[in-house]
């Protein structure tokens, strides 16, 4: 089946970890990007990319870093730095249309990170 | 600082009626999309408008568009249970960064 496939699903981290999230396409899709989503907010983008080994950061960037070495994978690294990582993180990814005609965006499942 | 902005935060309504929320945002796009999202999961895409539409419909979603205003309105018609969820504006411009709101959370009461 196609779609976007995060994992894994819940991960718990203790103090002063890095962890990494993964987020798989086979969409096909050129652009891929990073939500957090706080419990009862809205997503806050974190990292996007719209080609392989090029990424920009979004809003919330710091304590987060990301890789596109391949064009169906965009993982997340949530380091040390991030002082409260506790949150829902959602992956999406889209077509890049040359003539702006708009494309659907679509979602992974999420992956719930826990620090104890 | 979000894009987006969806009014009001929580809408609650009687099974049938319609449901109205409003999105507002700040910078020019390239198109703007509505998502649901059930508690704990992934957003499900609902409607897909571009900046040169002004109204589009899909089932019993109708989407408006208001460039000059910067603001677009989604309304679920004869709402059933089943469209409890959080609801959610997400801008795109054209350098393809997608923003969204804060979401309104819509309770359907049977």
């Known amino acids: 089946d196609g779609g976007i496939t995060q994992s894994p699903k819940y991960l718990f981290r203790k103090e002063g970890q890095n962890v990494t999230l993964s987020c798989e396409q086979n969409l096909n899709h050129d652009a891929m990007y990073w939500y957090r989503q706080d419990p009862g907010q809205g997503l806050r983008l974190i990292y996007y990319s719209q080609i392989v080994n090029d990424f920009q950061k979004g809003d919330i960037a710091e304590g987060y870093s990301v890789s596109r070495e391949k064009k169906e994978s965009f993982p997340l690294t949530v380091t040390s730095a991030q002082k409260n990582p506790t949150a829902f993180y959602l992956c999406?990814?889209?077509?890049?249309?040359?003539?702006?005609?708009?494309?659907?965006?679509?979602f992974g499942e999420g992956s719930w990170l826990t620090v104890v | 600082s979000q894009q987006g902005e969806e009014d009001p935060q929580a809408l609650s309504i009687q099974e049938g009626e319609n449901a109205t929320m409003n999105c507002s945002y700040k910078t020019s796009i390239n198109n703007l999309q509505w998502y649901r999202q059930n508690s704990g999961r992934g957003l499900v895409h609902l409607i897909l408008i571009r900046s040169n539409e002004r109204e589009k419909h899909s089932g019993r979603l109708r989407v408006t568009l208001d460039t000059s205003k910067k603001s677009s309105s989604l309304l679920i018609t004869a709402s059933r249970a089943a469209d409890t969820a959080s609801y959610f504006c997400?801008?795109?411009?054209?350098?393809?960064?997608?923003?969204f709101g804060a979401g309104t959370t819509v309770t359907v009461r049977a």
């Open positions: 999406a990814s889209s077509m890049m249309d040359n003539s702006f005609s708009g494309n659907t965006i679509y």
């Open positions: 997400a801008t795109v411009r054209n350098d393809y960064k997608l923003s």
